[in-house]
């Protein structure tokens, strides 16, 4: 089956849990945490392929997803990798919602060949010195949940980190509030790779 076919077909399998619905959700509301949107196609294609013609990615490429929710966006990101013959690559999805772990599980595992690990936690609690390449797509509403998930990251993760998704105009904003947090972000280098940006830890 091709790839953009496995892809298509995942997206729709995700989209029958209706996750859209999910932000009435008590829990959600409470702790100012996005419920699972889903990912849009066509939003990374070719991104891994461009990074490693920079010369951004290590021989292995250990990828970490805040916030996994269904997976859509790591999968694309799986079948992409599949194209590099000469790195090896590791997925993993932190997610802390048990209903969307359960749905991945019964449904949409089948997809990975065993090659994705869910850690059922908190991302704010996760130590990110294990990956060194970590995919983030705004998983809270307020900066004073936002900040300090920033600042996690960027404490725990090692040097030469691809991170993605780091808001500098809102660490800019709202980070002086947070100890460390500026200077943190001043140890990152910021790369433009066609129509992504991302940050490296140095």
């Known amino acids: 089956m091709e790839e953009n076919t496995l ?40 991104l891994l392929k461009n990074l490693n013609s920079i010369g951004l990615l290590e021989k292995n490429v250990n990828i970490c997803d805040c916030g996994i929710g ?71 509403k307020t900066a004073g949940k936002t900040m300090p998930f920033y600042k996690r990251v960027l404490e725990t993760a090692k040097p030469n980190t691809l991170i993605f998704g780091i808001d500098q105009f809102n660490v800019m904003m709202y980070g002086e509030k947070y100890e460390g947090l500026i200077e943190l972000f001043k140890k990152t280098e910021k790369i433009n790779c066609g129509q992504w940006t991302l940050l490296r830890k140095i």
């Open 7 to 46: 892809l298509d077909n995942y997206y729709l399998k995700a989209s029958e849990l209706e996750t859209h619905k999910d932000g009435e959700i008590q829990q959600f509301i409470e702790s100012s945490e996005w419920h699972y949107i889903q990912y849009p196609l066509g939003r990374n294609v070719d």
């Open 70 to 140: 269904l997976g859509t966006t790591m999968y694309d990101l799986y079948l992409q990798s599949k194209e590099i013959e000469d790195l090896k690559f590791t997925f993993t999805g932190i997610e802390k919602w048990k209903p969307y772990i359960d749905y991945f599980n019964d449904n949409l595992s089948v997809y990975w060949d065993n090659n994705l690990k869910i850690i059922h936690s908190d991302i704010i609690d996760c130590d990110y010195s294990n990956w060194n390449f970590i995919y983030i797509f705004q998983p809270f």
